[in-house]
């Protein structure tokens, strides 16, 4: 924080391989999920949250869609003051944010 580095936070997610069909969510990763980012929401250096590392996420495709779906809609609840991005690399929503900002609208599903 203190010397201006300003960063992009991939959540505790990564392809591992490759992964074919649904993934599993639980009680337990959404807990996990917000004790992370209401730790370091106070970091102004963070600038973005990102639902993964080195996975196109597609709504389409269900062994992505749970990083839309499952990871940045509790982040999006946890911290509506940063942008948010599917993950890296990625296109971008196509709904559920303000696409000026990158902000969760709070309206539409992520998508």
């Known amino acids: 924080d203190e010397y201006g580095i300003l960063l992009y936070h991939d959540m505790q997610y990564t392809s591992g391989g490759v992964h ?3 993934r599993a969510t639980s009680a337990t990763q959404e807990a996990e999920l917000r004790h992370q980012i209401r730790r370091l929401s106070h970091h102004p250096s963070i600038v973005l949250w990102d639902g993964v590392n080195e996975v196109v996420v597609s709504p389409d495709d269900p062994g992505s869609d749970v ?4 990871v940045m809609t509790v982040v999006a609840q946890e911290d509506q003051s940063r ?29």
Do not use: K
């Open 67 to 70: 990083f839309a779906s499952f």
């Open 83 to 111: 942008a948010i991005w599917p993950s890296s690399p990625a296109a971008g929503w196509v709904t559920g944010v303000n696409t000026l900002y990158g902000t969760p609208n709070g309206v539409e599903p992520l998508s």
């Open 20 to 22: 074919h069909g649904p």
